[in-house]
């Protein structure tokens, strides 16, 4: 069975040798880009519903309270 010798780092997708001595340390970076990667979908259905949430009539009194929490008057 054939075996790379660079493997993909299972938490930030970097190619790591894996004949090397050296140990592989993510790079915070590179760590948040790929696990932002793998969240992608998530993160555009959550602005769907974040969208949808603030059309209701809940929604819509907790942007009127947060608005008026921003301008201090609560
Ligand atoms: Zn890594």
Avoid at 13 to 30: F, L, M, N, T, Y
Wanted: aromatic residues 10%.
């Amino acid at each position: 069975m054939f075996h790379s010798r660079y493997l993909p780092c299972p938490d930030c997708g970097a190619s790591v040798d894996r004949a090397g001595d050296s140990q592989h340390d993510c790079s915070p970076e590179r760590l948040a880009d790929y696990q932002l990667f793998g969240l992608r979908d998530e993160v555009a259905e959550l602005e769907t519903r974040v969208r949808d949430y603030l059309r209701t009539s809940a929604g819509r009194f907790d942007a009127w309270l947060a608005a008026r929490q921003v301008r201090g008057e609560a």
